[in-house]
């Protein structure tokens, strides 16, 4: 049975920009030929690589531009990680920095939960920090902790810690995805970087941290400090991004994980701006932005008009809901609660269905969880999902 369908055509939301579905393509040409420009997101001619072309058709790909689509495109954040066993075992015995340097490991790793779960995308294996770690700060991700820098950066002199990246800082990066795309086929690869406020509350509070006191100090005792920090982090996440899609990657994901600790006036003043200079930075790609932060139910208008083409919901409010919120022109992604995973087959139907539900107006829809998959998460119940979405959706 088909429960919901993205469908721009018939939404009650339907943007001028997608109007009638597909771009208009020359039959004959390559799929890169010749496109009638309709919206931000449309492949510009002449620079998509090979990998966006092959994969421009996909249902991920198609719903992040709101067209129709044959079934709801699932992926997971955290999809390629301690949930699996052949990932536990790939990784014995070497450290999680290193094993994002390592181009075959990355390769390996990324196409795991492709294989086992059949999702619609790939994510690039890496970390928000290991652009930082390139360019020489000096931090470890921390088994059970996290990122943690051995030296936070709080003063003016900090900031010259922070040089521009350069794609050969970044190599295996290039490498990798070169690997990946001879693998992946027609499945996207989704290439990712931290946003600058959650790097920055990784440097500034030298660790993990619930509170984010002294990034705060920072953002509120000296607003020009914070402003240069912000910007030097929006220049090195851009030329991260750049390289990401120029090696293939179809579309991007902005992890903002902890903005939901500020007020939507605080986040306008002093985060949207380097935010927007990410996105800015990359939109002439024509690959799908994604703009993803937990606890952001009162900043997904502002994150939407920072510059994302897709913005990510967390589990506390429902699609439909985060639509009204997030304005006409944009695709939602996610919103199935992690912990629902850990309840009955049922459970997770059932609330599986809601998600659905409040997602069947939706002018795009990419299923995901509200946030990360969980180490201890049960990956046949993740394959299970993967399979619901589908057959649930399918048109
Ligand atoms: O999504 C994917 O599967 C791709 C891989 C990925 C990782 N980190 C691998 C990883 C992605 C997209 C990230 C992004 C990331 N890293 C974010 C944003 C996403 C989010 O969850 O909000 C953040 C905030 C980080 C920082 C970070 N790195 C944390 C909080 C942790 C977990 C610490 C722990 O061990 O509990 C990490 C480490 C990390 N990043 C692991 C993985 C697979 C675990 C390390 C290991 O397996 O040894």
Redesign the pocket.
Known sequence: MSLSRSHAGKSRRNGASVQGGHPARTSGFPPHAKILVVSAIDRPTGQQTKQQSRTYDSAFLKACRREPVPHTPVW???????SLPE?LKV?EGIP?LESCMRPELVTEITLQ?VRRHKVDAA???????VPLKAIGIDLD???????VVADPIRTRADLARLRDLTPEDVHYVTEAIGMLTGELGDTPLIG?A?APF?LAS?LVEGG?SRSHEHTKALMYGDPQLWADLLDRLAEITSAFLKVQIEAGASAV?L?D??VGALAPADYRRSVMPASTKVFDAVAGYGVPRIH?G?GTGELLGLMGEAGADVVGVDWRVPLDEAARRVGPGKALQGNLDPAVLFASREVVEAKTDEVLAAAKDLEGHIFNLG???M?AMDPDALSRLVEYVHTRTAV
């Open positions: 997971f954040m955290r999809q390629a990680g301690r990932y990784r999680m939960p994510i690039y294996f890496s970390d928000i920090v991700i921390k088994p059970g902790v996290g990122p990712f931290g959650t990784y993990p994901q992890f994980s902890w993803f937990v946030h990360g998959v180490p």
